[in-house]
């Protein structure tokens, strides 16, 4: 199982004369993010190497980097990756900047056809513009923000008891947000075998995505849109609508009133961490990480169990997930086209599933078996139905760090008013748009 | 009242101002303790609260750090015994070891940056800071000026054109692209302080040395530098410590192949969430050099750090 | 011409002689020497300021190749100047300037003071002093984080033990009014010892006759003080000072890594702010024009405290 030093040392020197070897083996390298998936990747890819005889490599970037490094690498046309799972908002980007190949003739010769993958996957991770014909990437990952919760906790008698007391209704899984809220609060602060314990880690960072992959949970279950018509980049009325600014100014309440303290910076792994610590009756993250919170020894198994983010107004999940591209700067495209090849299989993707990758393929979703394969597996199916994605813009960065900014400042800094802090942000997307001639 | 010197402190202040600064220097090597402490502990002793002085050692901070590991099935860990001391470690969280972390090649990028910088402003600002010390040259001081000037600039002020420039000399995330970078940033405090030594270097030695029919290139080699050489040391690990540290730069403009220590460390992360043990061992071992190397310099640590304005 | 020995040994020296001493020219030898030097400022430092200068005047962003760059004169100056937002980062900016070198100068100099004593083994303490300021600043920021954290870090658990405060009552990153000073304590703790070294220096430098002359006057110890050993040592404080405001002014990775400019925009110092314009908005031409005008800022205030500190010296 371990590597040999002996191997390291060979593709290093591989690597070196990496230009020079002929296009029989080549040594791939694939750029994704470090999590529990990635390590599924790199089983599943091993199947790879004994078939085609190309060698992998992996890059994999910590979460809160990996935006910043990737597009750093992007925009300065490296060619330290062949592959790249990117978010699905790099898309545009991507496809104008001429970081991404694209693959129509890629998928015609081969067969490919993007019917095969579930419609919403499609549409987010591999089309720009949005919903045209043209693919920069194949759909690698499915994933949503979606809910956890300790199944253990909400099963005993005394705090079912003490919450019916409390609200009137019975503790079970929350219906929409207002009651998520309420069961957090309920939470907060409660004696649990002799431990404080809190309502619900939710998203707060502000360095790269977090706080609006969170905040964006309540706003779209709220009815949140962009623009009042798709493409208009038309925002006043819409980004600021009453309903968003009831929505924002729930998510301030759920961060003031119901989670632990010190998670005023938190992402996936504080939201992690504070569930397997025990810390939190319920917490949000990606699908993604599910497989290995079931299988943790203390808070996993029957322990815990997941929902779907409730609905408000209409039923809506934060998009997470990515799709796979072939960047344009490698010198070995088509070995990597040989590996979007391969993943596409129908098998493969069977086996991505199994080992805990999101598969976003049509034969493993709509296998009879899916929905009971996992605990998570039916919510899963349940979230991808209603997804809403941020902006995919070539400016998605800006446009992200705008909202970063303003939604932290008013969340968790307590500065202004939602109205004030949507106000300010549409403000900023205006000048944005402007600058690039969109508006 | 004793009166054998007016300036001589009594023996009452010094005791007073001795507690007083052994107290501060205590306080102030709490942190520096802790995140050593911090690399031995477990996981979970790590984030115990309250805060634990008294716990169990142990090398999984440091495992971690220079592993990667992926948890696996029961059968699997049965069927394959650790192989090791540090398989045994990761074995108690149902994981296998199955390579090397980045940590070690990011180390030796630093280790690669940090001496060619050196070695490259050492050798540009011994030759400049002769150059000035001993000849007459037009301008002199304001080049000197403008050398020290360099240094003032905002490192993301010159990033923005300097990303450009490497982008399309294809300098970024490489070596040589670090270590030039680099050693522009340390030559100005290369040529100032290597000038403050070599001035210090009677000129009578070298002039006897011309007279003895050396060539001004000998009397350079053979006379000024074996004089200069314990300036040429000191001036040498400020250089590497400042590359050593350097954050912004590597932030920027590298990514794998020439990543350093400093931008990695933060990124360590554990199964969900960072894990500050093996955090703390990385910080730890990076260090240490710097600790013994300031320990080493302490004669000189004033000049440096002053660019040569003030000698002791 | 000159009167350097070097040359009168020249004069006296047959020719064939003298032109194996000389070899090549010095002034030749000079610009071998310094050319190499000044080649690579000029490179690395020069040409790229005369190009952020140039960009700053432009619409340019560095993702977008295929997208035309357009003059668009001093817009993007007008633009940083009139923006609010900004206006805010430079003012976490400058409490944090401010601060740093208010605290670090006290405790800088009231240790300098104390181990100007000269107890026993006040060299060895000296040197367990100074060791954080040689520490990389990106990872001290880092564990600096872990010290901070609510509840499990050692910070509030000693501020507790002492104010008898719940720990996990109050965190230092995350509290709009204390992230501030939160990246003040931490910067102080580095740099403390770099006020005193220089201080300490300053102490030393001074004569003891000095001393001698003011006691057989008669002045009193605090009188003293006052007259001789503040205005001795002003130089070097000032020059400390310098040191300390321009390294601050550009103050980037242990803020980064302590707040990452939160909670909000609280600690966003304008370096932070600068950065995620250049690299995470690529918004290059907005950027550089940020960056000019940060650098006359520093430059500008830099100047004026030269000239300060010139006329202190000349006291």
């Known amino acids: ?439 | 009242m004793s009166s054998y010197t007016v300036t001589a402190p009594s023996s009452r202040q010094k005791w007073f101002a001795g507690t007083m600064v052994v107290i501060y220097a205590l306080v102030t090597m709490i942190p520096l303790v802790w995140i050593m402490i911090t690399g031995f502990k477990s996981p979970a002793d790590a984030i115990s609260y309250p805060p634990k002085v008294v716990f169990e050692p142990t090398l999984e901070g440091y495992v971690n750090l220079f592993t990667t590991r992926t948890r696996q099935t029961e059968e699997f860990l049965n069927a394959n015994p650790p192989q090791n001391w540090a398989d045994e470690i990761v074995r108690k969280y149902d994981m296998v070891i199955v390579g090397q972390s980045k940590f070690g090649e990011r180390f030796m990028n630093s280790v690669i940056i940090g001496f060619g910088s050196t070695f490259l402003s050492i050798f540009l600002g011994t030759l400049a800071a002769y150059a000035f010390s001993r000849f007459k040259i037009p301008l002199a001081d304001d080049l000197l000026f403008f050398i020290l000037s360099t240094r003032m600039m905002p490192p993301i002020a010159v990033a923005i054109p300097i990303f450009l420039m490497y982008r399309n000399l294809g300098l970024s995330d490489t070596h040589l692209g670090m270590i030039l970078l680099y050693t522009a940033v340390n030559i100005s405090l290369a040529v100032w302080l290597l000038k403050g030594f070599i001035d210090e270097i009677p000129r009578e030695y070298e002039e006897a040395a011309l007279i003895d029919g050396y060539t001004r290139f000998q009397a350079f080699y053979k006379v000024v530098l074996p004089q200069a050489a314990t300036g040429i040391a000191s001036t040498a690990i400020f250089c590497l410590i400042f590359a050593w540290n350097e954050y912004a730069f590597a932030v920027l403009l590298t990514s794998a192949t020439a990543q350093t220590a400093p931008p990695f460390i933060p990124t360590i992360i554990g199964v969900g969430g960072l894990d500050w043990p093996a955090v703390a061992a990385g910080a730890t071992i990076f260090l240490l050099p710097v600790m013994i190397f300031t320990i080493l310099l302490r004669k000189h640590l004033l000049r440096g750090i002053t660019f040569g304005a003030v000698r002791k | ?315």
């Open chain 3, 1 to 315: 011409m000159s009167d350097r020995t070097i040359d009168r040994v020249a004069a006296a020296t047959p020719a064939p002689v003298a032109r194996k001493i000389k070899g090549l020219s010095d002034r030749a030898i000079a610009w071998i020497f310094v050319g190499p030097t000044i080649f690579l400022l000029l490179a690395v430092n020069i040409f790229p300021l005369i190009w952020t200068i140039r960009l700053s005047f432009t619409n340019f962003r560095a993702n977008r190749i295929n997208r035309e760059t357009e003059w668009i004169g001093l817009r993007n100056y007008e633009r940083i100047l009139t923006d609010l937002d900004i206006w805010l980062n430079m003012q976490a900016t400058a409490h944090f300037l401010i601060w740093t070198i208010v605290l670090q100068v006290l405790i800088g100099f009231t240790l300098a003071y104390l181990i100007n004593k000269n107890f026993r083994g006040s060299p060895f303490w000296t040197t367990v002093i100074v060791l954080p300021m040689m520490l990389s600043p990106a990872v001290v920021g880092n564990f600096w984080k872990f010290l901070y954290q609510p509840q499990i870090g050692l910070f509030n658990y000693i501020v507790s033990f002492f104010t008898g405060k719940d720990p996990s009552s109050f965190e230092m990153l995350g509290q709009v009014n204390l992230a501030p000073w939160s990246i003040v304590i931490v910067d102080t703790w580095m740099w403390t010892p770099f006020v005193m070294l220089i201080c300490l220096a300053g102490l030393r430098s001074i004569p003891d006759y000095i001393y001698e002359a003011a006691e057989i006057d008669r002045a009193s110890k605090l009188r003293q003080f006052f007259t001789i050993t503040i205005p001795m040592v002003l130089p070097f404080l000032m020059l400390a000072v310098l040191f300390r405001g321009i390294e601050n002014f550009k103050m980037f990775d242990l803020v980064v890594q302590l707040t990452g400019g939160g909670p909000g925009s609280t600690t966003e110092l304008t370096s932070i702010n600068l950065k995620r314009e250049a690299f995470e908005k690529w918004r290059t031409g907005y950027a550089s024009a940020y960056a000019i005008i940060l650098f006359v800022t520093v430059f500008g205030l830099a100047s004026i405290y030269v000239k300060a500190l010139n006329k202190v010296k000349e006291r």
């Open chain 1, 1 to 439: 199982m371990t590597y040999s030093k002996l191997a390291t040392v060979s593709a290093l020197a591989l690597a070196v004369t990496g230009a020079a070897t002929t296009s029989q083996a080549e040594d791939l390298t694939l750029c994704w993010a470090a999590w529990d998936p990635a390590n599924a990747l790199v089983e599943l890819s091993k199947e790879f190497e004994t078939e085609s005889g190309h060698t992998m490599n992996f890059e994999f970037v910590p979460w809160p980097n990996f935006a910043d490094r990737m597009l750093n690498e992007l925009n300065s046309g490296g060619k330290l990756c062949d592959l790249l799972i990117g978010d699905s908002q790099w898309i545009g980007g991507g496809a104008e900047n001429g970081h991404y190949v694209k693959l129509n003739d890629f998928f015609a010769d081969e067969g490919i056809s993007m019917d095969d993958f579930a419609p919403a996957t499609v549409y987010a991770y591999s089309t720009w513009p949005k919903g045209t014909e043209n693919y920069y990437a194949l759909p690698a990952m499915g994933d949503a923000n979606a809910w956890f919760y300790r199944k253990d906790w909400f099963a005993r008698e005394d705090i079912r008891a003490a919450f019916l007391e409390a609200t009137g209704r019975e503790l079970a899984e929350p219906k929409n947000q207002l009651e998520l809220l309420e069961i957090a609060q309920f939470f907060q602060g409660r004696e649990i075998d002799g431990k404080t314990v809190y309502g619900a880690a939710i998203f707060t960072e502000r360095g790269s995505e977090g706080i609006t992959m969170g905040v964006t949970g309540a706003l779209y279950t709220w009815g949140f849109k962009y623009e009042n018509t798709p493409g208009s980049y038309d925002m006043p009325g819409a980004v600021n609508s009453p309903e968003a600014v009831e929505a924002l100014e729930f998510y301030k309440e759920f961060y003031e009133t119901a989670t632990p303290p010190g998670y005023t910076n938190s992402y996936m792994g504080e939201s992690l961490d504070a569930f397997k610590s025990g810390q939190v009756a319920m917490a949000m993250n990606w699908f993604a990480f599910f497989p290995g919170l079931y299988a943790d020894p203390n808070t996993g198994g029957d322990k815990i169990d997941f929902f779907v983010n409730p609905p408000q107004n209409v039923p809506a999940s934060t998009l997470g997930g990515q799709g796979i591209s072939v960047i344009s700067y490698s010198d070995k495209q088509d070995a990597a086209l040989e590996y979007v090849k391969w993943f596409a299989q129908p098998t493969v993707q069977a086996k991505w599933w199994e080992l805990g990758g999101y598969s976003a393929h049509n034969s493993v979703l709509n296998d009879p078996g899916f929905a009971d394969s996992q605990p998570f597996a039916g919510d899963f199916l349940e979230a991808m139905a209603n997804v809403q994605d941020f902006w995919q813009e070539p400016t998605y960065a800006e446009l992200l760090l705008a909202m970063q900014k303003r939604v932290h400042d008013y969340v968790v800094a307590d500065q202004g008013t939602a109205q004030e802090a949507l106000d300010k942000l549409i403000e900023d997307w205006t000048e944005t748009f402007e600058d690039e001639g969109k508006l």
